[in-house]
């Protein structure tokens, strides 16, 4: 049998279904059942992100939630499904940028920043709580800034649950039961607290292990910061799994004063401005529309 | 219908006690799934993936390998894994039966609702799971992260709707057993934070006398104190 470790830069992957060939050209990220490869449509050129797995239930799920999900920004396209070898693989949108861990260190995101992202994902994933779903594992290193369409942008979505279903993948850092703070269940505190941890670690500029420090100690961290109050009281109460909803949590972000001077020329300031402008929209046009409806 | 399942955390080669796959093939035929979680460790890297695929493949089960770190979520995704796979099988021999072709001759893209259906079934199946814990010198320092990565699975199974029942057992045991059951069958958190205090490093590594343990345990209900 053809072994994943096999595929090198130059394979030619075919698919059993639609036919279409990709040839690798990066080795992008390997995990423990798969790997994800920047490669090339034949027939056109085109750069696509290509994930492979032996897993296939993973991306079959993935693909549905993908497209599921397309009508929301700030999700890449699934271009196809197909298999190969009896792997499975999934053709995404490929995205050029940097995904949010290499924002985590010393001084490389602002307070302002960091709470202007809280609330992006806060109201993406409001919508996916509107259809009925939850993402389990949202990290930074699934969050990308796409710097050439200026966009925020979540990748990986297969750990899309039901809502109130148990949650089978999760990263301990993110996830609050491991924090033992609440239950390992697809619900909005369980994202609230995910958000609320990708904030901490961008403002503060290091990631933390459930396994060596308990969750007062990072409250307690983020209490001697030098950033408003306001911020550390919110970011406290998502770590304490205070809220309820999403909705809450939006809500006391955006009512936030934390315009942010010395912030304005940082870049993905620049880009995240633009996204919040586009769910800003977003939001009024769903409510517009509705309005129409009725 | 009942899942059952052994769960197997390692960091080094199986050196006493024959071949642990032959034990992994002998819980297969009694319809026990054996999956294995290999530890990696970036200073001294004895274990490679060879004999923990082995194992599984002969439990029918599966298997992982990854850094300390990431114990708690792989054994974890690797449990629901398993137990997704088991229910496929049941699903895919019913498809079979009705249709008369195999799910893997449908489009990947047309098989979600008969993989969302065996992911319904195995939520709503009991499982009980004995996790066999490596406690041999080199894992010393891992057994803290695997004391904890244990009480966070059975936090999983709480939210499962059939629920789950956990059992551990270390291997080796003391005074020169081969193993040694650690804590019963059990779904109460408090107790088994208790019993997992037990967890002492000592001597070599006998996974196969572990594995036959586990199954003589799940099969018979027998607590296997002593050898």
Known sequence: MFKMEDIHLGSDICGRWHNRCYEVSKLLGRGGTGSVFLAQRVDDGKKVALKISCVGEDLIYEYHSLTDMACLSMVPEAIELDEWHGYTFLVLEYIEGYDLSYYI?????????????????????????GKGYCLTDVKPENVMVDIANRRIIVIDWSSLTEADAPVKEFTPTYDIASWGVGRRLADQRYMVFAISMIMTVLIMGKSYSPVSVSIDEVTE????????????NILIAGLKGRYDTLQQFYNAMNGLDIYDQSSENDRMDKIINITLAAAALFAFLSIANWLILI | MEMKQILLITDGRSNVGGDPARAAAYAAQNGITVNAVGIIDGDND??????????????????????LGMLSATMCTVTYRSMHNTLENIVNAQVKKIVGSDMLDIEPAMRLPLVRYADTLADETPLRCVILVDCSNSMAVKLKTARAAILDLLASFKVRRAGGNLAVIAFPGQSGSHYQMICPFTDDMELLKGHLNELKHRGNTPTAHAINAAISYILNDEQPFFV
């Open chain 1, 221 to 232: 961290d983020i209490k001697r910061t030098k950033c408003p109050v306001g911020v550390r």
């Open chain 1, 105 to 129: 260190g010393a001084g490389k995101c602002s307070y302002a920043g960091a709470v202007r992202l809280g609330c992006i994902l806060a109201f993406l994933m409001s919508k996916v709580w």
């Open chain 2, 46 to 67: 004895v274990l490679s993936s060879d004999e923990i695929k082995a194992i599984a493949l002969a439990g029918n089960g599966t298997w992982q390998m990854v850094p």
